[in-house]
T-cell receptor, first 113, second 115 residues
Framework: TQLLEQSPQFLSIQEGENLTVYCNSSSVFSSLQWYRQEPGEGPVLLVTVVTGGEVKKLKRLTFQFGDARKDSSLHITAAQPGDTGLYLCAGRFIIQGAQKLVFGQGTRLTINP | DARVTQTPRHKVTEMGQEVTMRCQPILGHNTVFWYRQTMMQGLELLAYFRNRAPLDDSGMPKDRFSAEMPDATLATLKIQPSEPRDSAVYFC?????????????FGSGTQLSVL
């Protein structure tokens, strides 16, 4: 059972379209991070959200943290081929008394020119 | 740009052989993580060090895996003996705690194939 569920698992769209990917949990996160991973490389941190309801923007990417801190979304406006990659969310949870960073399975995004 | 360096990038070995993966964390970072990534399981935490002390290795099969930080510039992950099910990409990440919590910086990974 995954603590974090990401959807969709795969998404392929045309350049210029908008898209939203989701990260959900039944547990409350103390914070949540989004990473992008390209083939042959490690994940790269994009953003950290901490406060329920928080919205952060990074150029054409908008990240939102749910009010209850159990979910998050990433919206990309006017997607470009350079946005292609695996988008991972990672939530910080208390598991067995210890803080742990748990990753979702990721959304594999392909932007077609 | 400072970056986490992992060696080797690729390793092909036979079942039963010892495998050692190395990681040079970014200077000044006080945390080091080892993750394993597979298509089926995604990214799984194997071990976690803070100030070179092991804090959590609950994700690691302890009968065959071991993780150490002999000094601040080197972290190692060993598998002995290796098994085909260990085939995966192994990532090292180093980090520090900022105002928004922990920030992790990943290396490029070691692609391990055990035949």
């Amino acid at each position: 059972t995954q603590l974090l569920e990401q959807s969709p698992q795969f998404l392929s769209i045309q350049e210029g379209e908008n898209l939203t990917v989701y990260c959900n949990s039944s547990s409350v996160f103390s914070s949540l991070q989004w990473y992008r991973q390209e083939p042959g490389e490690g994940p790269v941190l994009l953003v950290t959200v901490v406060t329920g309801g928080e919205v952060k923007k990074l150029k054409r990417l908008t990240f939102q943290f749910g009010d209850a801190r159990k979910d998050s979304s990433l919206h990309i406006t006017a997607a470009q081929p350079g946005d292609t990659g695996l988008y991972l969310c990672a939530g910080r949870f208390i598991i067995q008394g210890a803080q742990k960073l748990v990753f979702g399975q990721g959304t594999r995004l392909t932007i077609n020119p | 740009d400072a970056r986490v360096t992992q060696t080797p990038r690729h390793k092909v070995t036979e079942m039963g052989q010892e495998v050692t993966m190395r990681c040079q964390p970014i200077l000044g970072h006080n945390t080091v993580f080892w993750y394993r990534q597979t298509m089926m399981q995604g990214l799984e935490l194997l071990a976690y060090f803070r100030n070179r002390a092991p804090l959590d290795d609950s994700g690691m099969p302890k009968d065959r895996f071991s993780a150490e930080m002999p000094d601040a510039t080197l972290a190692t992950l060993k598998i002995q003996p290796s098994e085909p099910r260990d085939s995966a990409v192994y990532f090292c990440a180093s980090g520090f705690t900022g105002t928004e919590g922990e920030k992790l910086f990943f290396g490029s990974g070691t692609q391990l194939s055990v035949l």
